[in-house]
């Protein structure tokens, strides 16, 4: 007589689970096959796509900005309480993409140019400028022969590889963004087309923000438990707050610090003060590195022309970073980012040997992120094995019983 089979869920769910296996498996080898098509498949999406990324990025962007004026405008417009609410909306998202327009056209027309004919005539003249120097190393350094010779090269080397990447790399970029913005009709088009309709996305958003952010807790609250659903809405919570307060905070930080330096630069007479004050601006903006990175291009940019003047202004950046440090800086981005400095150094040092530039700014704020997570997690991991938490109890730490888990530390000498 013949056992009747019995269904069993078990063999169901391994047999679903060996099939997505090998379906994922063949997806995967099918992907590697064909993998420049596929590339090239989504950058024809991205391509597509690109005006509404714009329009996220310059709705994160003005985010900030757009709040403030809207509380601000709450409390200054009309008595009734609708129209109110109105019209601080929409005055404040108008005022928003405005001052991004102005700071745009600002850089395309006024800066960019200046900054151009400044690398150019650099470039133009760098014979004339390592040759002055040149002169002036000797002089100041003729009873010094071994130590004339040694400045001499190492003058001779930077120059060279000053020359070479302003030639080379800067030059050549800037004429093309140059020339894509003044005369190339296609990339022209393409980029005035993205800002606009980027800057129509951010204004659907910035006016819509409540209903984009219920609609998203909605479809959080459907697809996961509640509890899931709070723990991945705190960490959004806490990676908008950690890339805002950073981003929002180094921008307007740099921006200062480069405003500030123009105005001292032109005050003191020194050569290309744009340029300079535009190269220590926007390195700024790369924590612990930034203010380095800056200040060594620059001096030796006027140092080529005046080398007093590169003293001079050597002094004056020193001291306006330690202004920046330790008082601009704190009072715009807080006390601190979370983490100590040798972890900032391993994130600007691992972002930006992945990314390059991009990577050395974003690189703080993705590894406090990632850093908060992981701390989380040992934090709840130890707390359900009922040990202590906090770093002064493991710094004195002598051993942990296993089956008490009684916490036995380093007896202190007298």
């Not at 200040?295 to 050597?314: E, G, H, M, Q």
């Not at 992120?369 to 130890?382: N, Q």
Request: one cysteine or more; charged letters at 15%; hydrophobic letters at 50%.
């Amino acid at each position: 007589m013949r056992r009747r089979f019995k269904w069993d869920k078990k063999y169901l769910y391994w047999g679903i689970t060996a099939f997505l296996v090998i379906a994922a498996a063949v997806l995967f080898y099918m992907l590697l096959q064909h993998l420049p098509d596929v590339k090239k498949g989504l950058d024809r999406i991205m391509t597509i796509l690109a005006p509404f990324v714009w329009g996220l990025v310059i709705a994160y962007l003005l985010l900030p900005l757009t709040r403030q004026l809207e509380r601000l405008l709450s409390s200054k417009a009309m008595k009734n309480a609708h129209m109110k609410g109105k019209f601080a909306r929409v005055a404040s998202i108008i005022i928003s993409e405005i001052v991004l327009l102005v700071i745009l056209t600002a850089f395309v027309l006024l800066i960019l140019p200046q900054l151009y004919s400044s690398i150019e005539t650099i470039v133009v003249n760098s014979p004339e400028y390592y040759n002055k120097m040149s002169k002036w190393v000797e002089l100041k350094l003729e009873d010094h022969p071994e130590i004339e010779q040694y400045v001499a090269q190492a003058l001779e080397s930077m120059s060279n590889q000053l020359i070479d990447l302003v030639k080379n790399r800067l030059l050549p970029s800037m004429g093309n963004v140059i020339t894509s913005v003044t005369t190339g009709v296609y990339a022209a088009f393409r980029g005035v087309y993205n800002l606009i309709i980027g800057i129509i996305v951010s204004i659907y958003i910035l006016s819509n923000r409540e209903m984009a952010k219920a609609g998203f807790r909605k479809v959080l609250y459907t697809i996961f438990s509640v509890e899931t659903a709070e723990r991945i809405r705190s960490g959004i919570l806490f990676t908008d707050r950690t890339f805002m307060g950073f981003l929002s905070g180094k921008l307007l930080d740099s921006a200062i610090i480069g405003l500030v330096c123009y105005i001292v630069c032109v005050i003191l007479k020194m050569p290309y003060a744009l340029l300079v004050s535009v190269m220590i601006g926007i390195t700024n903006i790369i924590p612990f590195f930034g203010p380095l990175i800056g200040l060594i291009p620059s001096a030796f940019i006027i140092l080529l022309v005046d080398p007093i003047k590169c003293l001079i202004f050597v002094i004056f950046i020193i001291i306006l970073q330690q202004i920046d440090g330790n008082i601009l800086g704190p009072k715009i981005l807080g006390s601190s980012v979370g983490i100590n400095g040798f972890w900032i150094m391993f994130a600007i040092i691992l972002g930006g040997g992945l990314f390059s530039f991009t990577g050395m700014i974003l690189g703080v704020p993705v590894f406090v992120v990632i850093y908060s997570a992981l701390t989380t997690l040992i934090d709840k991991k130890l707390r359900r094995e009922d040990l202590p938490q906090d770093f002064e109890t493991y710094a004195r730490l002598d051993y942990i019983d296993p089956a008490t888990r009684e916490v036995h530390l380093k007896k202190t000498e007298p």
